[in-house]
């Protein structure tokens, strides 16, 4: 059997016997043994094990290519621009190391452009600036705070009043996710 997405969310399952069509969220398929005897069939089996085994993409997702290193990863189907896998991705709050410098930063948010669309305060583009000839002018943009101009007392929604630096995805490497939460840094060192 093989198995394919379709844009809205459906699957195609080509068969010896026949090409059905499979809506996981309904639980329905096309072929007989669904249609006429509600049973439920071997080409929803099908299509659940593939999803489980990430080989197709889950309802509500579709496939892109990772900017950093050309895997393949899902992604939501609005999704727009330059995508990343779980292993290159960023969210605000995840501390992060600078490849370049050693400095450990914190990210504040994700740009969604490329590093090649992105100006800096100064006004160069993220791609020209000289550090970061090694990485894609096709990555995306994340701006991110240094770890010590962060307050004791920061928190998630205190990043975005900080000064913050814009870097190509590649540059930051992953540290600890979620470092600056719904708690402040002040209170999460008191706990340790």
């Given at each position: 059997m093989?198995?394919?997405p379709l844009r809205d969310g459906r699957y195609v399952v080509e068969t010896d016997g026949?090409?059905?069509?499979?809506?996981?969220?309904?639980r329905t398929c096309t072929c007989p043994d669904n249609t006429i005897r509600h049973a439920r069939?071997?080409?929803l089996r099908r299509v659940a094990i593939e999803i489980t085994r990430g080989e197709v993409p889950p309802p509500g997702r579709r496939s892109a290519t990772c900017a950093?290193?050309?895997?393949?990863?899902?992604?939501?189907?609005?999704?727009?621009?330059?995508q990343l896998c779980p292993d290159h991705e960023h969210h605000?709050?995840?501390?992060?190391?600078?490849?370049?410098?050693?400095s450990l930063l914190v990210v504040t948010r994700d740009?969604?452009?490329?590093a090649d669309e992105t100006r800096t305060e100064t006004g160069d583009l993220v791609s020209d600036y000289e550090t970061n000839a090694d990485y894609g002018d096709h990555e995306p943009v994340f701006e991110a705070v240094y770890l010590g101009s962060l307050p004791a007392d920061a928190g998630l929604a205190d990043l975005g009043e900080?000064?913050?630096?814009?870097?190509?995805?590649?540059?930051l490497r992953p540290v600890e996710q979620g470092f600056v939460g719904a708690q402040s840094l002040g209170e999460r060192f008191a706990r340790v």
């Open positions: 093989a198995v394919r026949g090409t059905y069509v499979v809506d996981v969220d309904a069939c071997k080409h950093v290193c050309g895997d393949e990863t899902f992604v939501p189907m609005e999704a727009t621009g330059p605000p709050g995840d501390l992060v190391h600078d490849r370049e410098t050693g740009l969604g452009t490329r900080l000064r913050a630096y814009r870097f190509p995805a590649s540059r």
